[in-house]
């Protein structure tokens, strides 16, 4: 009886822990205790089945920086960033991280607070939220056409144009960010080089010339992939083919 209350015991605990929250919490624990490489197996192991926000992701990064590979912790703060696109304490480790790196890629478009402005706002909901929300207005919008015909007083009717253009402006305001949202979700694919350093060639095969060597860090746009190998561009100054094994490409 003893050991069959054992065993139960054991399949208890094991189940326990395997749970994502337990598995989450232990990572935070090993983090904690400088055990950053076992902190890193605890947290991929949840992204491998799926479980992938912008939290796990920063902390990868951390961690990763902590180990000193800068261009994993870049690639997973650039990961991360997808997920929470304004997260202040993301964006200030990725420019820490940037900053260590050998490849310095200017931005070619000066900030201003317009700009700033315009991108926090873009970001301040999320697509699904956006989606969500143009549901709701378009909803409401055909109440209003509705109202607008049903109703017989004309000053009712004038409050439900009124509205009516209201919801619509905010209606197109939102879709085109969502729009562009899909767009670039579809289109802006980038990765980070994650060795050492890894030679720029001319084609997908290392009998091709040398272009130019870039270094660990680094975040080049993807233009293709061909086998093991990636077109990639950094602005007008670099243009060719590295290998797919010195990258990561960000999902």
């Known amino acids: ?15 326990a822990s395997d749970k994502p929250e337990t598995i989450l919490k232990n990572a ?18 949840q992204v491998e089945k799926g479980l992938t926000n912008a939290e796990i992701l920063y902390n990868l990064g951390n961690a990763y920086y ?3 590979k800068i261009g994993k912790a870049i690639f997973y703060y650039e990961y991360a960033l997808k997920f929470s696109p304004t997260d202040k304490d993301i964006i200030y480790n990725l420019h820490l991280a940037k900053a260590q790196t050998r490849d310095k890629v200017e931005s070619s478009t000066e900030e201003n607070p317009i700009l700033s402005t ?4 873009h970001h301040f909901l999320s697509l699904k939220s956006q989606l969500i929300l143009l549901g709701i207005l378009l909803w409401l919008m ?6 607008r015909i049903a ?3 004309p000053k009712a009717k004038n409050i439900s144009i009124g509205f009516l253009f209201l919801f619509s402006l905010v209606f ?19 990765g980070v080089v994650t060795a050492s350093n890894t030679d720029v060639f001319s084609g997908p095969n290392e009998k091709n010339s040398t ?8 975040v080049f746009q993807v233009l293709s992939l061909q086998g093991k190998w990636v077109e990639i561009s950094i602005g007008e100054r670099v243009r060719g083919f590295v290998s797919l094994s010195d990258v990561s490409i960000i999902p």
């Open 28 to 45: 935070s624990i090993a983090y904690e205790q400088n055990n950053y490489e076992e902190a890193i197996s605890l947290w991929n192991s």
């Open 172 to 190: 197109c305001i939102i879709l085109s960010s969502a729009g562009y949202k899909i767009y670039q979700t579809e289109t802006d694919s980038r």
């Open 118 to 121: 315009l991108f926090t706002l």
């Open 142 to 147: 055909s109440l209003l056409a509705f109202l």
């Open 151 to 153: 109703l017989h007083s």
């Open 211 to 218: 272009l130019n060597t870039i270094s660990e860090g680094t």
């Open 1 to 15: 009886m003893k050991f069959f209350f054992f065993l139960l015991f054991c399949v208890i605990s094991a189940f």
């Open 66 to 68: 902590r180990l000193g």
